[in-house]
């Protein structure tokens, strides 16, 4: 112990006293460990650490697997047989659905995410309350208006008062009593702001099997299984299926880690940008062991000299590895310190991308991954050349007989291999970039269906009534339209009364939001399809919709003003293409009657319009019916304005004016039609900017290294240059012997790049649009555009040895 630390000492002062090369080194390590600890930082929040919840590896979500439909809710009945008939292997069972509330009465009028949910569903979390308590059974049966409030919504809204528990709050116009507040760590559903009960024993009267509004959560019993949870849940589905086949044929329950269901999506594209910046690591790494390689190259008479006075070659071994030692510490210490601004960098590119339920940090778990890479890092970087240094042979090195050849030939070998390897990953870490940037370019070629220039979007929540005890769901819709159709009158006419806004329109959820809406079965009436087949999207827009976002008119009309007063869904619909092309091909939709689930009464088909992509930019636009937006069921809307002029300037005006008239209606999303498209590839956009970084990072590296052996190679051939010369070589000689070794380490590291770009091609398949893993075009891009770069990073020194006079070579020597 006392001979190692006297060897880290002494490495320390040396490498003090050659404040380049030392800084050089560091640099080069805290480049490659500060990639991998901040994107390993957001992996370990994301997908290794378990969720703040209590027992959270016990908690389960269950979804309905119906073929079209997979991960769908399920209807109360399924839920309730699910509650009774699984008892054996969940110790709790909940569900709820998603809801949107409006807060008013103090302060300015607040849009709310709200949850409604069963007293199951606290019991399945753990109840995880800190002030006051979760409602239950009580509350439930008796219809009782309560709410528990998130632990944000307590501080910011309410100060963190402890005296709101028992005090009544005003949600959609009905007062509420407040009788908890969670957990400060507690978001399930995420962003959830409020929880109210479902009150799900007075909907049993009318909400049959057809109709699917519950997500459903579940803690697995201690001890059982996945599997044992599964197969429980395969008995009571095909019991559903064998009474009520109409409803339920080929129903099974999918049961997953919840988890999973947060951070499932979020696995791919974090395992690719962790390989990324472990690939950045390694090439620092190559770059550190070249840089210590040329170190021990000029200390070959040092190591001889010491081998020569009685030295042996462990003593040599521990010199050069407590250098290489010193220099990973340091390394990874700048690296861990700079991890923390790359992560808040990070956060900063995706504030909203990554689960609600993770926040990364930098603790003991991303320390000690450090460490292993540091101490990996130091394998690499530090073997090689403590090898090399007991090679020499002391005689032959002090008589010189070692300068240019054995130990200097290998060594040169071993650089350029090191070279050659980091010139490979810099090609994969460049075909990856340059594959997602083909795929966010195909994208956004992709015909939307709108046209989204100067268009204002902003999101309106208007405050519809609640369901009352035992009401019919007819009768609560046509309730809710009585409240909710003047608004919508009252705020299509104001604000298409502002100046400058050529058309407005109404919509139940944005296209390429991918959200809202709903879907379901219907019949053509004349026209028999089996009914697994007819699953359409519904929409609810206002007549001037499609102008708004210039969705064209196919064939007859689109809604007029006269549209959705009459009782239901209206009288009309529209259809777009796509659903023509599916269900009404060769025929003329107009004319034909559509009927679906809730209002049997036919409806006419008055018009068709062109499609319109909702579920993303990747996914085709799929069959959708339109109803007018008077029959709209809920509160949440959207508003689409098409501006004569900046879109984004009309913003103050839209907002002064809905709040002028309505207080109690927030207003929020505000964006143009272009932001929100744009919000649709965000995580693309995030896994491309940071392979570009890494990928601009290691051809930098890769580069550096290069130019480093080429140069260096040059310095130790001075001799045999000014030889050359002397005996007739000319400029363009030089030029060709000092390239000529650089492309020995260009063409290897480029093939192996090459092999290693269509693995990596393959790896990331799922995050590419519009281009193969092994796209020809992005391969030969990236040759053409590494093979610049090297042929760049060769040219200084080989200019360098052209120059070299004969005579000074010679008498240097």
Not at 6 to 11: I, M, P, S
Not at 316 to 331: K, M, N, Y
Not at 576 to 587: C, E, I, K, T
Request: charge should be neutral.
């Amino acid at each position: 112990m006392t001979a190692l630390l006297t060897d880290l000492r002494r490495a320390a002062r040396t490498l003090l006293s050659q404040p380049t090369f030392f800084l050089t080194a560091v640099a080069t390590l805290a480049l490659g460990i500060c990639a991998l600890a901040a994107i390993f930082t957001v992996y370990d929040a994301v997908l290794l650490k378990p969720l703040p919840f209590a027992n959270a590896e016990r908690i389960v979500d269950i979804t309905r697997e119906q073929p079209p439909i997979s991960g769908g809710p399920v209807a109360l009945p399924v839920f309730q047989e699910w509650h009774e008939r699984t008892s054996e292997v969940f110790d709790a069972i909940g569900a709820y659905s998603a809801a949107t509330l409006n807060l008013t009465g103090s302060g300015e009028a607040e849009r709310l995410t709200a949850t409604a949910v069963t007293p199951g569903f606290w019991n399945v979390f753990g109840t995880p309350i800190v002030l006051g308590r979760a409602f239950g059974d009580d509350e439930e049966n008796h219809d009782e208006r309560v709410v528990v409030l998130s632990n944000a919504l307590w501080r910011n809204r309410f100060g963190g008062s402890p005296d709101i528990i028992g005090r009544d709050i005003l949600l959609n116009d009905e007062h509420y009593r407040v009788v908890g507040v969670t957990t400060p760590d507690f978001a399930y559903p995420q962003l959830s702001e409020i929880w109210l009960p479902t009150w799900l024993p007075s909907s049993s009267n009318h909400r049959g099997r057809g109709t699917n509004y519950l997500s459903v959560v579940a803690r697995l019993r201690e001890g059982i299984s996945l599997a044992a949870a599964s197969q429980a849940l395969a008995v009571v589905t095909a019991w559903e299926a064998q009474n009520w086949p109409d409803e339920h044929a080929g129903m099974t329950a999918s049961v997953q880690p919840v988890q999973q269901r947060l951070t499932g999506r979020f696995g791919q594209p974090l395992s690719m940008l962790l390989l990324a910046s472990g690939l950045v690591l390694l090439i620092a790494c190559a770059n550190l062991a070249s840089l210590m390689l040329a170190r021990g190259q000029t200390r070959e008479r040092e190591f001889a000299v010491r081998r020569a006075l009685g030295a042996d070659r462990s003593s040599l071994v521990r010199a050069v590895l407590s250098e290489a030692f010193v220099i990973t510490t340091a390394g990874a210490l700048v690296g861990l310190l700079a991890a923390q601004p790359a992560v808040h960098a990070l956060m900063g590119l995706a504030p909203r991308l990554l689960p609600s339920t993770s926040t990364p940090s930098i603790d003991g778990r991303v320390v000690a991954a450090i460490v292993c890479a540091a101490l990996v890092a130091l394998v690499l970087a530090g073997l090689a050349p403590a090898w090399r240094a007991t090679r020499a042979d002391p005689a032959d090195t002090l008589r010189g007989g070692g300068r240019d050849a054995g130990g200097s030939r290998a060594q040169g070998r071993l650089r350029s291999l090191l070279v050659s390897a980091e010139i490979a990953l810099a090609f994969m870490l460049l075909s990856g970039s340059a594959l997602l940037i083909q795929s966010l370019r195909h994208l956004s070629e992709v015909d939307t269906g709108i046209h989204s220039e100067n268009v204002l979007t902003a999101s309106v929540a208007l405050p519809i009534p609640v369901e009352q005890p035992g009401e019919d769901m007819l009768a609560l819709f046509e309730r809710i339209k009585a409240a909710s159709g003047p608004r919508i009158d009252a705020l299509l006419a104001r604000v298409a009364a502002l100046p400058g806004a050529a058309h407005v329109g109404l919509v139940d959820a944005l296209p390429i939001s991918g959200g809202g809406g709903s879907s379901g079965s219907f019949q053509l009436i004349g026209h028999p399809i089996p009914e697994e087949q007819t699953l359409t999207e519904f929409r609810f827009v206002s007549a001037d919709y499609f102008q708004a976002l210039g969705i064209p008119l196919l064939h007859g009309r689109v809604f007029d003003e006269h549209d959705g007063h009459d009782a239901g869904f209206g009288e009309n619909v529209l259809v777009n293409q796509a659903f023509v092309d599916r269900f009404l091909p060769g025929s003329d939709a107009v004319g034909q009657r559509f009927s679906r689930l809730f209002y049997e009464t036919p409806r006419t088909i008055v018009g068709v319009v062109g499609n319109a992509r909702q579920f993303g930019l990747e996914r085709a636009a799929q069959p959708e019916a339109y109803f007018p937006i008077r029959s709209y069921p809920n509160g949440e809307i959207s508003l689409v304005v098409r501006v004569d002029g900046d879109a984004l300037a009309f913003a103050g005006p839209l907002r002064r004016a809905l709040k002028e008239l309505a207080p109690d209606m927030p207003v929020f999303g505000v964006r143009t039609m272009d932001e929100a498209t744009r919000e649709t590839t965000a995580m693309r956009r995030f896994n491309l900017t940071l392979m570009s970084v890494f990928a601009v990072v290691a051809l930098v590296l890769a580069a550096i290294g290069l130019y480093g052996v080429i140069a260096y190679s040059v310095g130790q051939r001075r001799r045999e240059i000014g030889l050359r010369q002397a005996i007739g070589a000319n400029a363009f000689d030089i030029h060709r012997l000092v390239l000529a070794s650089g492309l020995r380490m260009i063409v290897p590291g480029i093939a192996l790049g090459v092999l290693g770009a269509l693995a990596l091609g393959r790896l990331i398949a799922a995050q590419l649009f519009g281009v193969g893993a092994a796209d020809p075009v992005v391969l030969g891009g990236v040759v053409v555009t590494l093979a610049s770069v090297a042929f760049c990073a060769c040219a200084i020194p080989t200019l360098r040895a052209a120059r070299v006079a004969p005579m000074e070579a010679l008498r240097n020597d």
